[in-house]
């Protein structure tokens, strides 16, 4: 070959083309499993079913032509083909998660994408969140009303608040998550004066059975709270279902029948009387607690809104319900 002659381009003047990627959660799946060990342990961190990892896997293979895992009576194992691969994904993974996050923390202007329940939402936070933007103005914030949690390997929210039960048990926490307990409530059955003027009070939680119960999706939850009192006879229960707290809420307002609920979403309305809370002072109706939880992603917890978020959110309920255990 002669001086004259054109060259062949450099590896790095001719970069492979974009088309010989595989798909990316195929990628992300792979990754996982080779991280973790194992297509369950992939399928919990990456909040997917484990069957859809399982055909991420056989979708990497079948792109490459090649066995990069195999099945052995202690689960997956990555081939001699697969471990070299991998190598190389997951220091190409690392380097697009810090860019990322690099990119997502520039500038002044972040946005704080927030889900919660819908009563919290609709009864406390949305009224309040307007202190936060004060003090941080230069924050979009977005906040969604849901009865879903986020998907957050899809980075869909920032932070989720949900409500459990301590009666019931603990969620699962995913390995991507961290959270922080913000407050513990009790739960109580609430009615209207109207209603209990109208009616023989309960003076236990098996009284109830004889009442008109407004439930949300279905009365589990109803259930549940009654079975923690050693109520077990209610599995025939009736009433209206109203789908979200906040019409059980506004039914019992109007003299529907009797709801649950607790002091951060029927505050307004237990301190103006619209509401009482039927058990208050009564031992037979011994407070059964329940959870507002934080959630966010571990590798984004401590960024500087994120946190700046959970102080604030954390000390306002303190400030708001002095009478309720809390983090602040």
């Known amino acids: 070959m002669t001086d004259d002659q054109p060259q062949p381009p450099s590896r790095s003047d001719n970069p492979p083309s974009r088309k010989a990627l595989p798909p990316f959660e195929a990628l992300r799946a792979f990754d996982a499993v080779a991280r973790l060990g194992g297509v369950r342990r992939a399928a919990q961190w990456l909040d997917r079913d484990h069957a859809v990892i399982s055909r991420h896997l056989r979708a990497i293979e079948s792109w ?90 899809a980075h869909e929210a920032d932070i989720d608040v949900r409500f459990h039960a301590t009666y019931e048990p603990e969620p699962e926490l995913l390995p991507l998550l961290r959270r922080q307990i913000l407050v513990e409530a009790p739960i109580i059955a609430v009615a209207s004066p109207g209603y209990l003027g109208s009616t023989q009070t309960p003076n236990t939680p098996e009284d109830l059975l004889q009442h008109r119960l407004l439930h949300e999706d279905s009365f589990q939850t109803w259930a549940k709270w009654l079975a923690s009192y050693g109520v077990e006879n209610s599995s025939g229960l009736t009433g209206a279902r109203l789908w979200e707290g906040h019409l059980t809420l506004d039914a019992a307002r109007h003299g529907r029948g009797i709801a649950l609920a607790n002091p951060v979403t029927a505050g307004a309305d237990l301190q103006s009387g619209s509401l009482i809370d039927i058990g208050k002072d009564n031992p037979q109706f011994a407070p059964r607690l329940g959870r507002y939880t934080l959630y966010a992603r571990r590798d984004r917890w401590n960024d500087p809104l994120l946190r700046r978020f959970r102080q604030w959110v954390t000390s306002a309920l303190a400030a708001d319900y002095p009478a309720l255990k809390s983090a602040a």
């Open 64 to 153: 490459a032509g090649v066995q990069l895992v195999e099945r052995t009576p202690y689960g997956i194992a990555l081939t001699e083909r697969g471990r070299d691969y991998h190598g190389r994904v997951s220091a190409a993974m690392d380097m697009l998660a810090h860019a990322t996050l690099d990119l997502m923390s520039e500038g002044h202007h972040r946005r704080l994408h927030i889900w919660s329940t819908s009563g919290f939402a609709l009864h406390w936070l949305s009224s309040r969140l307007e202190q936060f933007e004060r003090r941080n103005d230069t924050a979009d914030i977005v906040l969604r009303p849901t009865d879903h949690s986020p998907d957050f390997a």
